[in-house]
């Protein structure tokens, strides 16, 4: 079965300074991972994903995350963070293909605040 | 293009009351799952169905259900509502259920219940 851990349920960082949200998956088979993001009162928006080819993925709001699969890592990071990306972040993982039917595994959500 | 719509978006019910959750997935997509997501936590699976069949069940007791009708649509089904029931209640729709295509799941802006 797989699980994934978000080890910090909240980080505060200062706008414009850098921040790494991390990840940590177990699976004994090969998984599919993604990020998403959850602003207050609302569903989740899938921030980025990796299926496979290159580790390091990328989305179209300076986010990236790098896929490490002999530390069984996905952190997310963003080298300058806005106020506005303040809100939940949520890492999931899900079986590989012919799995048949596959479900998401989220970690617990780490919250990033911006502080001003 | 609309994205995934639930309905209702807030509910209040009573213990030991029935109540009926919906969604409608993305044109298109034939994939629906449902989660739960209890407040500081992040969702739980579920449910998955694919054309009209049910491909995935999460621990869930069997006083949820759910289907799926011939246009993608979905219901979630809880009988016997307890105070831990209360929670978001999350539908994604993605294009298939997991033997091929598109693995990227997109929800949708939940169900709020409150069960007192």
């Known amino acids: 079965a797989q699980s994934v851990t978000q080890l910090d349920s909240q980080v505060p960082v200062f706008e414009e300074a850098p921040v790494e949200l991390r990840c940590n998956y177990s699976?004994?088979?090969?998984?599919?991972l993604f990020w998403y993001v959850q602003y207050p009162n609302q569903g989740l928006q899938l921030l980025l994903k990796?299926?496979?080819?290159?580790?390091l993925v990328e989305s179209i709001n300076g986010f990236e995350a790098e896929f490490n699969k002999s530390q069984t890592s996905f952190h997310l990071r963003k080298p300058s963070v806005h106020i506005s990306d303040t809100a939940e972040y949520f890492c999931a993982v899900t079986k590989g293909v012919g799995s048949g039917t596959y479900k998401y595994i989220f970690g617990t959500g780490t919250r990033l605040k911006v502080l001003a | 293009d609309a994205g995934v719509t639930q309905s209702p978006t807030h509910l209040i019910k009573t213990r030991g009351q029935h109540v009926t959750l919906r969604c409608s997935p993305i044109s298109g997509h034939k994939s629906v799952s449902w989660y739960q997501q209890v407040l500081g936590q992040g969702p739980q699976f579920i449910f998955q169905?694919?054309?009209?069949?049910?491909?995935g069940r999460g621990n869930f007791p069997d006083r949820f259900s759910a289907r799926q009708f011939p246009n993608y649509s979905s219901e979630l089904n809880v009988n016997a509502l307890l105070l831990g029931d209360s929670a978001l209640y999350l539908c994604a729709s993605s294009l298939a259920s997991g033997t091929g295509g598109s693995y990227e799941q997109y929800f949708g802006p939940g169900t709020r219940l409150t069960v007192t």
């Open positions: 699976s004994s088979v090969s998984v599919y």
């Open positions: 169905y694919y054309e009209k069949e049910e491909r």
């Open positions: 990796y299926l496979s080819g290159s580790t």
